[in-house]
């Protein structure tokens, strides 16, 4: 069981992280860099409210798995 929720807190971080990055700044940052095809296609408004979910379901998991492996 912990092994599995080790897993899966990984990989949420991994998930966290990458939207984060992902987001565009004022300054435009590495979402600029790395996203710039994918706003042609989702638009940037899109791009930035889906990536803002992203980060937030992937921060609860983090913070649910957390609390659950300290806990075990």
């Known amino acids: 069981m912990n092994i599995f929720l080790t897993i899966i807190q990984i990989l949420s971080c991994i998930g966290l ?5 992902m ?6 940052g ?3 860099v790395i996203a710039g095809g994918a ?9 930035d409210s889906l990536l803002a979910k992203v980060a937030t379901f992937c921060g609860a ?4 798995i957390t609390l659950i492996l300290v806990l075990l």
């Open 30 to 32: 590495m979402g600029g």
């Open 39 to 47: 706003e042609t296609f989702f638009g940037k408004k899109g791009m």
């Open 17 to 21: 992280i990458i939207s984060i990055l």
């Open 61 to 64: 998991i983090f913070f649910i």
């Open 23 to 28: 987001q565009s700044a004022k300054s435009a």
